[in-house]
């Protein structure tokens, strides 16, 4: 019984991609690009199918949501591994296996069911085409969509909730590149008899069902088909299931492959090598299945590549608002033509309070050696987020309040949808990585200089603007698309894209699903990263001896908690705000302090509450009197 630890398992191991040193380097490009490739890939079938309205059909719809899934399930494993072979260190903790398991269930069985429904999408427009848009409606669509996440989200948390009852011994090493339930299950030294029977019912439900249902369509397909009479209709009724059944084979190809090398090989490196591909090549693979194989795909990739230029800028919007609205009318901040002047001098001073404090953060960053560190390193990156998500906003308040006018352009109001999108989820996810360096400093401080080292750093700061840049892009193209009738009043001082749709008279069905994704993802994420990280922290300080390792340990997390607090306590606000009450102006005025306060308090907590930042502020003040500052980046050390 002294081996059997419930409540602190060590790390597990993870095999090695390869044990010759040399190849680490090229297996690491390899991988990498093959990351790239598959995340570029999608994200294309993505924004084509978003760009062009063709391709606004079921068929395109389950596309894009499998271009998604197959973005994060890659996403899941891949990152992981790059890390450790980078690193030359393959463990990875109970918590990351866990997380890493939940994940891969719900993606891979995702995929699964989404294969199912694209093949029922086949079988309705071939078999019974005068009714194919009775049966597949949004509604319909949505509803599979959201049913199928919804029941596999649930699966997998019942597996990683499971596993959560096993006792480990010493043999900790999974004979895979990434964590997966079946290899965790053979390591445990309890029982695992209830875990066995729940993965063979999981399997049979969840890999059965998807697969007696593609079965079915395409025995459908085929039987309709075959009678009939012309030869061109036949190859036509095929050609539009080419693409679908290239990727059906290709998946169903790799996770068989898996499954008769485990069988009938006690090598784990091959079965190792194959899972991998089952993970990675056939989501690499669809984009290119999908793009070579459809006109219409080629097509809508085609005039993607051509208006790139047009939609990235929004300069081009005339042909794209198909019901003529020129502009849209933002809430007044007051209607007391008196209190105008007042309110505009506030927000003039929160405005110029803001960019003065983080451009002080900014340069008593980049000014002082002493602070070019990981920490300090997001910190400087936040302040510019800071900067970046005020001027937003504040101006154009600022210019219809001295105006008088309350009104915005389309493309202004796109434009500020999209830049209030970006800074907003970059913001979120700065915090969950600030979040995570204090993770590391404090429960692995003799590892945090090889953990958090420049690389990762700049991976982190890269990986975080592009994923908020491409959802950001992604939702003002799903706007672009939406018609508008004769109510253009949004009840914010600024746009946002839930009240922009709402204004839509055009179906928006799609835009909301969108949304729910996108919040539940790209809020979700950062912000279980952060409570992860502060469980971890909090756990990790209660186990020190001395109340002054507390204490320290403590007063170097003080200022991101209050900014962390500051910033989810006002967007939480909004939250209930436009729950609870019916007055748009307390939702309205709740919106503006969530794009306002924080931004303009942070430079405050972090020069108040951290000795550093203030000896730093101040040598910043004693070398503003003595010589101009050096504005060079800082560079970690």
Known sequence: MEQRNKTRVPDFLLMEVTEDPELCSLLFNLFLSMYLVTVLGNLLIILAVSSDSQLHTPMYFFLSNMSINDICLSTTTIPKMLLNIQSQNQSITYTGCLTQIFFVLVFASLESCLLAVMAYDRYVAICHPLRYTLIMNSHLCGLLILLSLFILIVDALLHSLMLLQLTFCTDLEISLFFCEVVQVIKLACSDTLINNILKYLATSVFGGI??????????QIMSSVLRMPSVGSKYKAFSTCGSHLSVVSLFSGTGFGVYISSALTSSSRNTAVLSMMYTVVPQMMNPFIYSLRNRNMKGALRKLIIRTPSLLFVNNMGPRNKTGVSEF????????????????????????????????????????????????FFLYNLSLTDIGFSTTTIPKMLVN???????????????QIYFVLVFASLESFLLAVMAYDRYVAICHPLRYTVIMNSRLCLFLILLSPFISIVDALLHSLMVLQLTFCTNLEIPLFFCEVVQVIKLACSDTLINNILIYLATSIFGGIPVCGVIFSY???????????????????????????????????????VYISSALTNSSRKTAVASVIYTVVPQMMNPFI??????????????LRDMYVSGPVSGNMPKMT
């Open 401 to 415: 309040i001295q105006a008088q006018n309350q009104s915005i352009t389309y493309t202004g109001c796109l434009t």
């Open 535 to 573: 469980t971890q922290i909090v756990s990790s300080v209660l186990r020190m001896p001395s109340a002054g390792g507390k204490y320290k340990a403590f007063s170097t997390c003080g200022s991101h908690l209050s900014v962390v607090s500051l910033f989810y306590g006002a967007g939480l606000g």
């Open 606 to 619: 972090y020069s108040l509450r951290n000795r550093d930042m203030k000896g730093a502020l101040r040598k």
């Open 329 to 376: 009318l933002l809430m007044e901040v007051t209607e007391d033509p008196e209190l105008q002047p007042l309110f505009f001098i506030l927000f003039l001073s929160i405005y110029l309070v803001t960019i003065l404090g983080n451009l002080l953060i900014v340069l008593a960053v980049i000014s002082e050696p002493h602070l070019h560190t990981p920490m300090y």
């Open 210 to 219: 998807p697969v007696c249902g593609i079965i079915f369509s395409y025995t």
